[in-house]
Every structure is written in C-alpha cells, then in structure tokens.
C-alpha cells in the first residue's frame, strides 16, 4: 500500500520482469485501486497496486507473495471496486517511461490515503 510500501514499485517490475512471458497474454493486468486497511491501518483507505492474471491475484509487496483467486479479494469487502485502474504490460512500462515513476499515474488517485469514512463519502462502490 502507499503508505510506506512498495506496492506500485515490486508489483510494476513483477510484469516487467516477465515481459516477453507476459507481453501475448490478453487478461494479465496490473491494478490500481483504493483498498480498505487492516490491522494497523484499520479504518483507513488507500491506493493499492496489485497484479490480475485471469481468475488470479497476485501481490508481490513489501516482500510478500500472496496468491489467490481473485473473486476472493473482490467479495472481502476491502476494494472500492469502481476506483480500479488496469493496465497492460505494454502500458505499464509506456506509463513508467513517460512518468518517470511506478504510479499511480491516474488523476483521480490524487489522495493516497484517506479515513474510511472519507473514502465512503468520495469512492462509488
């Protein structure tokens, strides 16, 4: 998450390390997205990077591997699902190359983090 992680960063080289595996796929996207903390960060939103491929979830952050099948994070609850972004392999490294960074690059991301009630307020589920 962008609160001290490295979502955008280890998520990003994740594709780009696997670009020639990756560049023909036509369902591998990395996602932007505003997710709801946990634990420690519990009551907060932030915006997240994190990795589809078909039915799969991938997050390679702050030095974690987690896997799963994606329908389970989208019924947790904890992603604003109409905030996701999605790009391509090809966009990603276009993007980083015209940026200069690993993201967000979308506009509407403009608040890295928030309060729950905030992000309930601003964010259309």
């Known amino acids: 998450m962008s609160e001290g992680g490295d979502c955008f960063s280890s998520n990003a080289n994740y594709i780009i390390d696997r670009y020639t595996e990756f560049k023909e796929l036509k369902d591998i ?3 932007h997205g505003y997710v709801k903390g946990k634990l420690s ?3 907060k939103v932030f915006v997240h990077c994190w990795i589809e491929i078909g039915d799969t979830f991938i997050d390679v952050s702050n030095g974690h591997e987690i896997i799963q099948r994606k329908d ?3 019924t947790s609850g904890r992603i604003f699902k109409n905030s996701i972004k999605k790009y391509t392999p090809r966009e990603v490294i276009e993007l980083i190359s015209k940026h200069k960074h690993y993201g967000s690059w979308d506009k509407s991301f403009g608040v890295n983090v928030m309060t729950l009630e905030k992000a309930n307020k601003m ?3």
Do not use: K, M, P
Request: hydrophobic share 60%.
């Open 41 to 43: 960060s519990a009551g």
């Open 72 to 74: 389970i994070l989208y």
């Open 29 to 31: 996207f990395l996602c």
């Open 123 to 125: 964010i259309v589920r």
